[in-house]
């Protein structure tokens, strides 16, 4: 074996890979581990690094790497004292492996967690360590650094921790501290607080362990504080649009943010029913935000009751929001009132869907456009209402002929995708037995299968 990482050769990576294939035992996944070691005791050349990352992929299968997390916690600690490209690698598939994560000695557990600082991939070391946060010598070692940095760029990397474990169900008691230090932030200054403010609606819409932690521990009251200061700021504008995200992201686990803070939703509504005045990015923000907090049944019904002499106005910008602006924007407007469909509340989504000004044009419109991406959207947006019988007796009705062609018709999508959505479409439809599609209609939707059938890619989808 070569001296060094500069004089090792391909041909050097494919003999030690080759050695291994042909006695693939843990001891000689040890030997070949520990051959590699002065290939990565520098940050090597990417190539070469490549090639040493394929060979150590080979050989850490996920029994070799349970092997070698059980017995093998020395060689661990000195591959991780080598290079970042190491730590990063380990975390990697660790990531992929997550039911060996649970083998990680403690003094291994430390000693990845505290790579975070520097590594360029705090996120899947962050993913690992929140899966181990219920060892108390984690968790400490975790509060430790976060109280010790004083870069808030390297408190918010730990901070990655909190919301995995809400995102995987691991968050404990023991976390407690670093939540209350990220509630801190929430006082920093203006960056500071914008990034705090980001990681709070990622946890609130992580699920609903995370949007009940927030409301408990009054951090939306909190939130509501800066919204009010950020009007009268001369450089509020960003905290502006960060709170109101995080409200939004609150409000789909949490309809009750409907009713509490009334002043928001009055924002909310004041923002986009002056839609045509939004840049692109608040435009977007805005109805996503209305979105998720019309997501629940409980919000629609709220809505409905309390708030239903406002809407009108909203769903008359939202279909204006439909008739103009890029086709990208559009797009992001037709999957923000997706999100507005779901959960069938039939008698309401019926007349929400006749409140959006043409939304049934629109459909019939975007539906036809030669671009992927509205098109897309747009079969998304049918999918979900096809469990609807309001909105799709208008979509099939007799002078909708040319939406209907297009519905039926198997060779106009060619892309797997769009074909994809487009079956589960039909087969929700026919599924519904609406007594308004007749039997002429029925035997047009059915011919979509037999016509697919003819395209193996197509007749074999969901199967």
Known sequence: MPASSSTFSAADFKDLKDNFLSNP????????????????????????????????????????????????????????????????????????????????????AVAILQKMEDSDSFESIAKVISRLCYKKEIADELIFRVNKYTSSEARFRLYQV?????????????????????????SGDVLVQLAALDLLSDIAIASNTGASLLTESKVPQQVYEVLTSSRDSPDGGFLFTATIKFFGCLGKCYPAVLTEFPDFVRLLFHQISNYDVLDASQRVLVVETFAYVAYSTDSKLILQSVYNDQLDVVFNSLGTALKSGPIELRAKIVDAIEILFRHDVDDILSIWFKSITELGTAISKFSLMPFREIRLATLCLLRTLSTLSGPIEYLLRKENEEFVDWLCDATVETE????????????????????????????????????????????????
Request: net charge negative; hydrophobic share 45%; charged share 25%.
């Open 416 to 463: 797997w995708e769009l074909q994809v959505v487009k079956r589960e479409c039909i087969q929700t439809i026919l599924n519904q037995d609406y007594k308004f599609i007749d039997d002429s209609l029925r035997a047009k939707l059915r011919s979509y299968f037999v016509r697919s059938a003819a395209a193996p890619e197509v007749a074999t989808m969901g199967q």
């Open 162 to 186: 909190l919301l995995f474990s809400i995102q995987f169900d691991t968050f404990n008691e023991r976390l407690l501290p670093l939540f209350e230090r990220l509630k801190k932030e929430l």
């Open 25 to 108: 035992s843990e001891e000689n996944c040890v030997h070949v581990i520990k051959s590699l070691f002065y290939v990565a005791t520098e940050d090597p050349e990417n190539d070469i690094w490549l090639d040493c990352k394929d060979v150590i992929v080979s050989v850490l299968t996920p029994k070799n790497l349970t092997y070698i997390l059980q017995s093998q916690q020395a060689l661990i600690l000195q591959a991780l004292s080598l290079s970042s490209n190491v730590t990063a690698l380990l975390a990697e598939l660790l990531e992929r492996n997550s039911s060996v994560i649970g083998e990680l000695s403690t003094p291994v």
